[in-house]
């Protein structure tokens, strides 16, 4: 006999049926993709805790120039190991421009600076170990690179302005400076020759070239110098 009061004939129908999609599910042995076991590839340093060798770079010697971008020099394991470095650490820092990363060792960049030789050593970390090797990095004096802040001055009349050179990366150290200008009147340059130093007065306008000069070469930048037409009379 089926009863149709308060709803018990549809509580059981429901009952029923949560109970059949369950069995379902377990006699089918139904998975969601979530549950599906992922067996994980072992850490070959896991495999082979003891391995450790020092940064594999085809070359220890470097010879560089200043605003230059080096071949990037690479850290390469030995052939037939597959346990790579933890990390790397570099002491003391490389030359200013050059960077290595300590992921994977390699080193890369453009160095700002000539005329220097360093020693640096370049250390591979392994789980329980680590091992060293030595770099030399020289980089050779550059030929004078710099500029002035400005490259064209307007001046009221006998008003002074005084310039430093600015340094861009790359430059080698300048011996000596030098100003050309045939057009300007008496008074109205005075360069400092050790130091570049550059004093302006408003005296008339003309074109100056301000020249740096070491044992590689020289450089030169110009400066268009205006008197202010307004005061001038």
Not at 170 to 183: L, M, N, R, V
């Amino acid at each position: 006999m089926i009863f149709f009061q308060n709803g018990y004939y549809s509580s059981l129908i429901l009952i029923f049926l949560l109970m059949g999609m369950t069995s379902c599910q377990r006699g089918d042995q139904l998975l969601s993709p979530g549950s599906i076991d992922v067996i994980p590839i072992p850490d070959p340093c896991d495999l082979a805790p003891d391995t450790v060798y020092p940064p594999g770079y085809p070359i220890t010697f470097l010879d560089l120039l200043p605003g230059a971008l080096m071949v990037p020099l690479i850290a390469s394991p030995p052939i037939g190991v597959t346990c790579l470095p933890g990390g790397y650490t570099c002491e003391p820092p490389l030359p200013e421009g050059l960077f290595i990363s300590e992921t994977t060792g390699t080193i890369n960049g453009t160095p700002y600076y000539g005329n220097s030789v360093t020693q640096h050593e370049v250390t591979a970390l392994f789980p329980l170990n680590s091992a060293s090797v030595q770099l030399t990095i020289i980089v050779q004096p550059g030929l004078p690179l710099f500029e002035y802040p400005l490259s064209e001055v307007t001046l009221d009349p006998d008003e002074v302005l005084l310039m430093s050179p600015l340094f861009l990366p790359g430059s080698g150290e300048i011996k000596s400076w030098g100003a050309f200008a045939p057009e300007a009147p008496p008074g109205s340059i005075d360069l400092d020759e050790a130091s570049g130093t550059l004093s302006l007065t408003g005296l008339g306008s003309f074109s100056l070239r301000i020249y740096g000069l070491n044992s590689h070469g020289e450089h030169f930048f110009d400066i268009e110098v205006i008197l202010d037409a307004d005061d001038s009379n």
